[in-house]
T-cell receptor, first 114, second 111 residues
Framework: DAGVIQSPRHEVTEMGQEVTLRCKPI?????LFWYRQTMMRGLELLIY????????DSGMPEDRFSAKMPNASFSTLKIQPSEPRDSAVYFC????????????FGNGTRLTVT | EDKVVQSPLSLVVHEGDTVTLNCSYE??????LLWYKQEKKAPTFLFML????IEKKSGRLSSILDKKELSSILNITATQTGDSAIYLC???????????FGTGTSLTVIP
């Protein structure tokens, strides 16, 4: 049974470039979450979706960040333009909303912005 | 503002020792508390504690939820080097579907 799949695993880009991170949740899960992890701030929730609808994006740092979920099996997190302070590990996670279901995480994308 | 605090921040023990990790929370309308283990990659799920299940056990790991004290502990007995990881606590409120994470406890088990 495939877990949450994220791509790419690593991304190195220059400041000012656009970055797109991708996520495929576990089949049948109806909630999807984007987290950012750094040493200083730990795991921060950026945005989450229920049934493909964005519910809470208050964690998105600024307008440079955007997320979409066009269907139940795919989501993207875009940063445009990227900055060095965006360097972090970005995790996607999914769960079954309302059924005491834990979060299942992907392996993350390590983003480095130089 | 909802908050999850873990202690200690880091811990170094010898193989065979028993450790206790702490998690305290301030969350409106508590629904569940979860423990995760994170090694080099993604956090992996350990336990979920809800109003109806306040103690869970799996092998050498066990966890208890104290709803009165708004806290939980994670115990690991007879520690092994493979237990070295960051242990994360997360809390889910009834309102919405967020999971609020603490900053984690870094455990190092030395031979």
């Amino acid at each position: 049974d495939a877990g949450v799949i994220q791509s790419p695993r690593h991304e190195v880009t220059e400041m000012g470039q656009e970055v797109t991170l991708r996520c495929k949740p576990i089949s049948g899960h109806n909630s999807l979450f984007w987290y950012r992890q750094t040493m200083m701030r730990g795991l921060e929730l950026l945005i989450y979706f229920n049934n493909n609808v964005p519910i809470d994006d208050s964690g998105m740092p600024e307008d440079r960040f955007s997320a979409k979920m066009p269907n139940a099996s795919f989501s993207t997190l875009k940063i445009q333009p990227s900055e060095p302070r965006d360097s972090a590990v970005y995790f996607c996670a999914s769960s079954l909303w309302g059924l005491d279901s834990p979060l299942h995480f992907g392996n993350g994308t390590r983003l480095t912005v130089t | 503002e909802d908050k999850v605090v873990q202690s200690p921040l880091s811990l170094v023990v010898h193989e065979g020792d028993t450790v206790t990790l702490n998690c305290s929370y301030e969350v409106t309308n508590f629904r569940s508390l979860l423990w995760y283990k994170q090694e080099k990659k993604a956090p992996t799920f350990l336990f979920m504690l809800t109003s109806s299940g306040i103690e869970k056990k799996s092998g050498r790991l066990s966890s208890i939820l104290d709803k009165k004290e708004l806290s939980s502990i994670l115990n690991i007995t007879a520690t092994q080097t493979g237990d070295s990881a960051i242990y994360l606590c997360a809390v889910e409120p009834h309102t919405g579907n967020q999971f609020y994470f603490g900053t984690g406890t870094s455990l190092t088990v030395i031979p």
